[in-house]
């Protein structure tokens, strides 16, 4: 049942294809904002995926996330995730992440839950009248 609450915790280590390059040769590569986000929404995903119903996954709908401070290529980062509210199909977290005891990223996320098949029945409908 999704209910406030529901957590997770999840541990990655920044890695080239999450790591901007484009400061320059003296700035050593760090962790892209996007790439923060993308971590934040999966861990959200992970966090409500075992409470809801089978053929039901979620998508994102709305990121509110401040990118804090640089952490480096091959620095562990563990990305946090609270749901805050459940309005129907809407589900609120909080969301944070932190290299070590340093918080870089915090913020909010919106996801909704969907039916995957009829997600994906739309989709198909949508990208075949193009």
């Not at 700035?27 to 996007?34: E, F, K, M």
């Not at 790439?35 to 119903?53: G, K, N, Q, Y």
Request: proline content about 5%; aromatic content about 6%; hydrophobic content about 40%.
């Amino acid at each position: 049942m999704l209910a406030p609450g529901i957590t997770m915790e999840q541990k990655h280590a920044v890695t080239e294809a999450d790591a901007i390059r484009f400061l320059g040769p003296d700035v050593p590569p760090s962790l892209a904002t996007r790439s923060m986000i993308w971590w934040m929404e999966f861990t959200c995903r992970d966090a409500v995926l075992p409470h809801l119903d089978q053929g039901q996954d979620t998508v994102g709908t709305q990121v509110n996330v401040s990118h804090v401070a640089a952490t480096p290529l091959g620095h562990d980062v563990t990305y946090r995730a609270k749901v805050t509210a459940v309005d129907g199909r809407k589900l609120t977290f909080e969301v944070e992440a932190r290299d070590g005891d340093e918080l870089i990223g915090q913020g909010t996320h919106e996801r909704f839950v969907i039916d995957v098949a009829r997600f994906a029945a739309g989709l198909k409908k949508k990208f075949s009248s193009r």
